[in-house]
């Protein structure tokens, strides 16, 4: 999700108004209620929900310090969302081309900020934070934190956000979610998971996840 916004903050054309108010409505698309489905900078939010809604409080008896460190960063990472949607509004109010591309080049900074700080962010949640897990929870609950998380979010949100993720991971990883989805999930929501996985990733590592998994 993030190196494709990048991609597509570092290729927009500030000049171009029609282009421009394309990706600031994709950017915050009704950012203050979070609840729109297109709204990438939302998606990025939504990593907080489902860590601070199950697996953090799961966390706290072995890993508080990590835990209150890594809700601090999402809180930054809030602030720094909500500045670049800002700042593309504006952007979008300036009359010269010349200060759109210019304010598209600070936009581009901000985002680089903040997706190097996220990046960094998401390495310590698995290089820190994973291990701890691993040694104080069973593979059992691990599972049922996920399935927790995914019932968290509504249908919508939740299949806007696996429009992302499924064509970002790899086979085994696909192997692995297609395979918990079809134990324990309804029939129907597991074919629009396979319907999306057909329409959105590369069709050599859907067939092989297909056949691992049986579907
Ligand atoms: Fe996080």
């Not at 601090?72 to 109010?93: D, S, V």
Request: charged share 20%; proline share 4%; aromatic share 6%.
């Amino acid at each position: 999700m993030i190196y494709g916004l990048s991609t597509r903050l570092q290729t927009n054309d500030f000049a171009d108004v029609a282009g421009t108010r394309v990706l600031a409505a994709d950017l915050e698309n009704n950012f203050a209620t979070a609840q729109s489905v297109g709204c990438i900078l939302c998606a990025l939010a939504y990593h907080a929900e489902g860590e601070e809604g199950v697996i953090f409080p799961a966390s706290a008896g072995f890993a508080k310090d990590l835990v209150n460190r890594l809700i601090e960063e999402h809180h930054e990472f809030t602030r720094r969302e909500m500045e670049i949607g800002r700042a593309a509004r504006h952007a979008l109010e300036l009359s010269s081309p010349e200060e759109r591309i210019a304010a598209g080049v600070r936009i581009n900074q901000m985002a680089n900020e903040l997706f190097a700080a996220y990046i960094t962010h998401l390495n310590r949640e698995e290089t820190e934070l994973v291990p701890l897990l691993q040694a104080n929870i069973t593979d059992a609950e691990q599972g049922a934190m996920r399935g927790k998380i995914i019932g968290m979010f509504p249908p919508d949100r939740l299949m806007a956000l696996l429009n992302w993720m499924l064509p970002a991971m790899n086979v085994n990883e696909l192997s692995d979610l297609l395979g918990a989805v079809k134990k324990g999930a309804p029939p129907q929501f597991m074919k629009a998971v396979a319907d999306l996985g057909t329409a959105k990733v590369d069709s050599a590592r859907w067939n092989t996840v297909r056949q691992r998994v049986g579907i």
